[in-house]
């Protein structure tokens, strides 16, 4: 029987398109200790340090973990880096909680982050392969094609993608850390967006983000003994595929639904929809949210879209999706992950502030990375899991 | 005084060496010869082109090589507004295309047709280089173009979506 983890201290960045005020390690700084503060804690009292980026690339500064160590206090102790492409910061959190499960550790500090300001994303993910055809065409370029695959399988009215990137703006509104703020944001003013890569409008897109998250997990007795309510860690996966193979699904991937079949699984989940109350899930491009419901186990194939529509995935929805605003409204990349995972954790300690779901005890934190490729989860709970 | 320095440029190049190996030579060195070379998983039966190492699905070696045509179905696509690809102005075209003879889509730009009248189903073919031009280079193939035939049914391509 492994040990019980849980979240003590979550902290993030003020989350921008230019953070030119800090360095990369004073942005993770800045999330590392508002995490610690709000573990009552300090450098001192963290065994371990586990870190998660995106790509190097995305800054052009290799192998940054290097030159961070002292930002985040790890000299003398562990400190891993971990890198699973845009799934990362919830794949950094798990490598985190599975220090903590084995009893390896007590007391684990987690940050991802991501500068994008310092280099340029679009850029650093569409290089021109020596193996591959001559094609530019971004990460728009990569993701829209399976938006048309969905919007042909499933027969969704064509503005779902704008509702969805209306909502979660709309929610952003309440999260005093995203990166995008627009009160006077309408249901036209993102129709008639930019078509960047159709059917994909600017407004539909997620932005460029300078920022970081930072989490302190720790063991049962830990957390038993701090101030401020823990959200408790019930179950966490990861799964994964290839880039590419003859019948693959990218709408719907193998590993998304493996990968939450088995966080219910070992939650004691049988009806996702009925028992989480508030799922913060990887939503880039805005179509992604009715093919997660549906790959989440969420809605039935081809019904993902009428959650969205009906309102359902509201803030006051019956399963309210990305109450933080989500990826749409801040996209430090590396740290997107680990922000839908401490944003569930936020909810179900009661201290997600503005957007705080009234009542929630049990949350999703999704997220992936690659193409459509690496898939990490977890459940995180008011209660300790039952049992235990 | 002092000024408070918010970042300095320092432009990075990087120069790679790439080794394609057995699988890739084969399709490069179809591509100088103006044909298309896939390789078929003895496991599976799919046929990968370009030609490649191991089945990704399977892990085996792949075997048999195969040649497939060099018309195709466009199984979904994207347009593009933004101005990426210096060589072609937008709204141009990029699109998964499912060869005939092969089971794995590949990835390339679709040109000799308004960007607005492309669709799921589309029949394509590849335009080359110049013969003269031709190498063991991706380049060889210029882009793909409708064939004006009549378009694929959708269930002849929706397991390559
Ligand atoms: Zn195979």
Known sequence: ?388 | MTERIVGIKTPIKLEYTYTPGLASSRYLNGVARGKLIGQRCPECSKVYVPARGCCPACGVTLGEEVEVAQSGTITTFCVVNLPFYQAIKPPYVCASILLDGADMALFHLIQEVPAEEVRMGMRVEAVWVEPGELGPTMESIRYFRPTGEPDADYDSYKEHL
């Open chain 1, 1 to 388: 029987m492994s040990e019980l983890c849980a979240v003590v201290g979550v902290g993030q960045t003020q989350h921008s398109a230019k953070r030119d005020d800090v360095s990369i390690p004073g942005l993770v700084r800045e999330a590392a200790l508002r995490a610690l503060d709000d573990a009552g804690m300090t450098f001192a009292d963290i065994d371990a340090v586990v870190l998660g980026k995106a790509p190097d690339m995305f800054e052009g500064v290799m192998m940054p973990e290097l030159y961070l160590a002292d930002a985040l206090g790890a000299s003398g102790k562990p400190m891993l880096r971990v890198h699973t492409a845009g799934s990362v910061g919830g794949s950094t959190a798990l490598v985190a909680a599975s220090l903590i499960q084995a009893g390896v550790h007590g007391r684990v500090l987690c940050v991802a982050f991501e500068k994008q300001s310092e280099s340029n994303a679009t850029w650093a993910v569409t290089p021109s392969m020596p193996f591959q055809p001559p094609v530019v065409a971004g990460a728009g370029g990569y993701f829209t094609p399976h938006i048309r695959a969905y919007m042909k399988r499933s027969g969704a009215p064509p503005d779902v993608g704008i509702k969805v990137a209306l909502k979660d703006r709309l929610n952003a509104i309440r999260n005093p850390y995203a990166h995008l703020h627009m009160p006077d944001i309408t249901y036209e003013m993102i129709e008639e967006s930019a078509m960047l890569w159709e059917p994909i409008r600017f407004h539909e897109t997620c932005p460029s983000s300078d920022g970081a998250c930072a989490m302190v997990l720790t063991s049962e007795s830990i957390a038993d003994a701090t101030s401020k309510p823990p959200a408790w860690v019930w179950s966490t996966a990861m799964r994964s595929e290839p880039t590419m193979f003859s019948g693959r699904d990218q709408v719907n991937p193998q590993a998304g639904r493996d990968c939450a079949a088995d966080v219910y699984e070992q939650a004691g989940i049988t009806n996702p929809r009925e028992e989480i109350d508030v799922a913060e899930v990887y939503v880039p491009f805005s179509w992604f949210e009715p093919m997660w419901m549906e790959n989440l186990g969420f809605a039935p194939l081809g019904e993902g879209w009428k959650m969205t529509v009906e309102g359902a995935t509201a803030f006051d929805g019956d399963l309210p999706i990305n109450p933080s605003g989500g990826v749409l409204s801040s996209n430090p990349i590396g740290a997107s992950g680990m922000l839908r995972f401490a944003e569930a954790a936020l909810q179900v300690r009661g201290q997600a502030g503005e957007h705080q779901v009234p009542g929630a005890k049990k949350a999703l934190g999704h997220a992936y990375g690659g193409g459509s490729q690496f898939f990490a989860m977890w459940i995180v709970g008011s209660d300790k899991p039952e049992g235990r």
